[in-house]
């Protein structure tokens, strides 16, 4: 989270992927994968950001931010 803060979105992404490997159904994992996916975006890396969004909306279909998650897939659809 440090590292997001910071702007340090490769570090960001690292730290996140990390923590959904160890973590992955934890309660902070789909936090997790919306950072992962906007850090990801900020890299242009918008393969990981398109699956991370993804996963989220599959893992989460009731999450409040679900909605925001189906916003930016569809603006980085074609990236």
């Known amino acids: 989270m440090v590292y997001y803060q910071r702007a340090e979105y490769a ?4 730290t996140f992927e ?4 160890v973590h992955s159904t934890g ?5 997790a994968l ?3 996916a906007s ?3 900020e890299t242009r890396n918008y393969q990981v950001a398109r699956e991370s969004l993804q996963r989220f909306i599959d893992e989460y279909p009731d999450h409040r ?7 930016k897939l569809e603006v980085i659809k074609f990236k």
């Open 11 to 14: 570090k960001a992404q690292e």
């Open 18 to 21: 990390q923590l959904l490997v």
């Open 27 to 31: 309660p902070y994992s789909a936090r």
């Open 34 to 36: 919306l950072r992962l």
């Open 39 to 41: 850090a990801a975006e």
């Open 65 to 71: 931010s679900r909605n925001v998650a189906e916003q």
